[in-house]
């Protein structure tokens, strides 16, 4: 039975760390890719092939296709950040309502999107 809330911390502890790891991993990843972009775009000789690691290998593929390819690489990264994220959030909410202790305030606060960034810009310089 799941009725203390001690066992149920204990309970929640169990089934696993709140998700942190899978995204740290994931960041990693989108900062390689970003590094790779930010070498192609340095890269001004887009008729060349280029040397793509892929695990323990290199493969030489066409600069605009290694662009295009890391780019969708980038958005997969960038959903699945933004899922796990989300699932924490949610953890988080289930382990302070297993202790007992009020909903963190400002948790659920989403970052502004570059419209609405834009707009506010405009506002504040009135």
């Not at 323990?56 to 899922?83: G, R, V, Y």
């Not at 959030?89 to 970052?111: H, I, M, S, T, Y």
């Amino acid at each position: 039975s799941l009725s203390s809330p001690v066992r149920r911390v204990r309970y929640l502890l169990r089934r696993g760390k709140p998700g942190q790891d899978p995204i740290v991993d994931l960041d990693t990843k989108r900062n390689q890719n970003r590094e790779g972009l930010r070498a192609l775009q340095k890269d001004l000789s887009l008729s060349e092939d280029v040397m793509v690691c892929f695990g323990n290998m290199f493969i030489k593929m066409p600069h605009p296709e290694t662009k295009e390819m890391i780019e969708k690489d980038q958005d997969h990264l960038d959903k699945e950040i933004e899922k796990l994220r989300k699932q924490l959030k949610v953890k988080v909410n289930r382990l302070f309502e297993a202790q007992g202790k009020p909903e963190l305030k400002g948790f659920n606060l989403n970052p502004l999107n570059q419209d609405e960034l834009k707009a506010l810009k405009v506002i504040l310089k009135g």
